[in-house]
């Protein structure tokens, strides 16, 4: 049974759709890159699945779960915008 503490109250669920030769640059970049800082700030990886087809593209599926809302949102990259990006946008 999974212990209490390690519910949460947000999951998010998100797809991708990538073309089957960069599935090993994908799962190594999530690994190495985004779980680990992802994991840092109390967030689970709970799951990363793909289809079985033997199509160009491949979709992927991830499941993560946060504590609420806000949780996710400090999980985010966050980037300046860059000086010539429309103002208006």
């Known amino acids: 049974m ?3 503490e390690d519910y949460r109250a947000v999951y998010a669920l998100r797809t991708f759709i990538i ?3 960069d ?16 994991g840092k700030l109390d967030g ?6 793909t289809t079985l087809a033997t199509t160009d593209v491949v979709k ?4 993560t779960a946060y504590h ?8 985010r990259v966050r980037r300046l915008k860059p000086e010539a990006f429309a103002k208006d946008i």
């Open 23 to 38: 599935l090993s640059e994908f799962f190594r970049c999530s690994e190495e890159g985004i779980w680990p800082r992802v």
């Open 68 to 75: 609420g809302p806000a949780h996710w949102e400090e999980t």
């Open 44 to 49: 689970r990886v709970l799951g990363l699945w």
């Open 19 to 21: 073309a089957r030769q």
């Open 60 to 63: 992927i599926v991830l499941l």
């Open 2 to 4: 999974t212990p209490l």
